[in-house]
């Protein structure tokens, strides 16, 4: 059966390499759902958890801070992540994560986008951290 080679990096690392049956994904325009055999694409990705599934089975989560998914079919249809930072949700201490969020939540903060985007990227890992 054909499989997706998935890539997911950011500036600090190559955070996960491996195979999947489907990739799930948010772009900034909505969901996408890859699978083997998936067209070109290219799509810009908004601040969302990236899940790999094996079958019907969720098998991995990714927390994705923006970026870029790109789809490269051929034999193996490839798909690649370039993240602004992605971190596998073990990496993250949901404690601390609650804490920067209640701090963003302040007075004026979300007025400004930055504070928006980086308010998102927290109640992210908040929610699919460890801990």
Same mark, same amino acid.
């Given at each position: 059966?054909?499989? @997706?080679?998935?890539?997911?990096? $950011? #500036?600090?690392?190559?955070?996960? $390499?491996?195979?999947? %049956?489907?990739?799930?994904?948010?772009? =900034?325009?909505?969901?996408?759902?890859?699978? #083997?055999?998936?067209? /070109?694409?290219?799509?810009? @990705?908004?601040?969302?958890?990236?899940?790999? *599934?094996?079958? =019907?089975?969720?098998?991995?989560?990714? !927390?994705? %801070?923006?970026? *870029?998914?790109?789809?490269? /079919?051929?034999?193996? =249809?490839?798909? %690649?992540?370039?993240?602004? $930072?992605?971190? !596998? #949700? &073990?990496?993250?201490?949901? &404690?601390?994560?609650?804490?920067?969020?209640?701090? !963003?939540?302040? /007075?004026?903060?979300?007025?400004?986008?930055?504070?928006?985007?980086? !308010? &998102?990227?927290?109640?992210?890992?908040?929610?699919?951290? &460890?801990?």
């Amino acid at each position: 059966m054909a499989r @997706l080679e998935v890539h997911v990096v $950011s #500036p600090e690392a190559n955070v996960y $390499s491996g195979e999947g %049956d489907m990739v799930v994904a948010r772009g =900034t325009d909505g969901m996408v759902g890859i699978m #083997p055999g998936h067209a /070109p694409m290219l799509i810009e @990705l908004a601040v969302a958890p990236l899940r790999i *599934f094996e079958g =019907t089975t969720e098998r991995e989560m990714i !927390l994705v %801070d923006g970026g *870029f998914l790109h789809v490269t /079919p051929g034999d193996v =249809t490839r798909v %690649d992540v370039l993240a602004e $930072s992605a971190v !596998l #949700p &073990a990496e993250v201490e949901a &404690a601390t994560a609650r804490q920067r969020v209640e701090e !963003l939540r302040g /007075p004026a903060g979300e007025e400004d986008h930055r504070v928006r985007t980086e !308010l &998102a990227r927290w109640e992210m890992r908040a929610e699919h951290g &460890a801990g």
